[in-house]
């Protein structure tokens, strides 16, 4: 699995010298954000499941720097926020949406409908609950991903020592 990420991860050298990531560029040299360890993978997971649910544009510009700010694998963090993509993301959302509506216990709106014209029209109604189910989901995934990770890579090392 480790050589499979490695062959497919983008090289860092093109990354700092590439336009348009000037910005991040002095960040990039950083061992952490290339790595594929238990930590900087670990944190991978909780970095691009955090912001593949936050009900933003451009996912990854947001996952990017804090990669750099957690010293997370910065190619499967950018890559993580595609969970939510053009096609995952209505039922994504309107799960979020109807999460955040339990828990603040309004009532959702039965007349949904799947469209960006509706959504702009009833902004003002379900913004709150979206945005506590997108918080809530995007949390919990973060937490998740981590701690997930990182018992795979303790089970993997308990089994390996235990090898007869």
């Not at 926020?81 to 509506?101: D, E, H, R, S």
Request: glycine content about 4%; proline content about 7%.
């Amino acid at each position: 699995m480790k050589k499979l990420l490695k062959r497919y991860s983008p090289n860092p050298e093109e990354l700092k010298n590439h336009k348009h990531l000037g910005w991040l560029s002095e960040h990039l040299h950083e061992r952490s954000l290339w790595n594929f360890n238990r930590r900087s993978i670990s944190k991978a997971f909780a970095v691009g499941l955090f912001c593949a649910f936050v009900p933003v544009p451009f996912q990854m510009i947001l996952a990017a720097p804090a990669a750099v700010i957690f010293s997370a694998n910065l190619p499967l963090s950018v890559a993580l926020v595609w969970i939510t993509n053009p096609i995952t993301m209505p039922p994504i959302y309107y799960g979020c949406y109807k999460l955040g509506a339990w828990i603040l216990g309004v009532k959702i709106q039965q007349d949904f409908i799947m469209s960006l014209d509706y959504v702009w029209e009833t902004f003002g109604v379900i913004w709150q609950p979206f945005l506590l189910g997108c918080l809530i989901v995007s949390a919990v995934s973060a937490f998740t991903g981590y701690w997930a990770v990182q018992s795979i890579y303790r089970f993997r090392a308990y089994k390996r020592m235990n090898r007869p």
